[in-house]
């Protein structure tokens, strides 16, 4: 049992270490940001502010 949890440790461990922002060397940035709001994804924007319907922060879109 104690081998087990021990190798279970080490694989979450090592994929911690693995970078989930790596960017697709396809996609190219287009030099827009866009900005939505959490609550409502339809509402956009390409200046921050807040979201019309809620009033909530508008915040970045990852492309």
Known sequence: MKKLIIICSMAVFAS?????????PASKPTG?????????????????GVCPKCGMDLVEVER
């Open 16 to 24: 911690c270490g693995q970078s989930s922002t790596k960017q697709n």
């Open 32 to 48: 827009k940001t866009t900005y939505t709001c959490t609550m409502h994804p339809e509402v956009k924007s390409e200046k921050p």
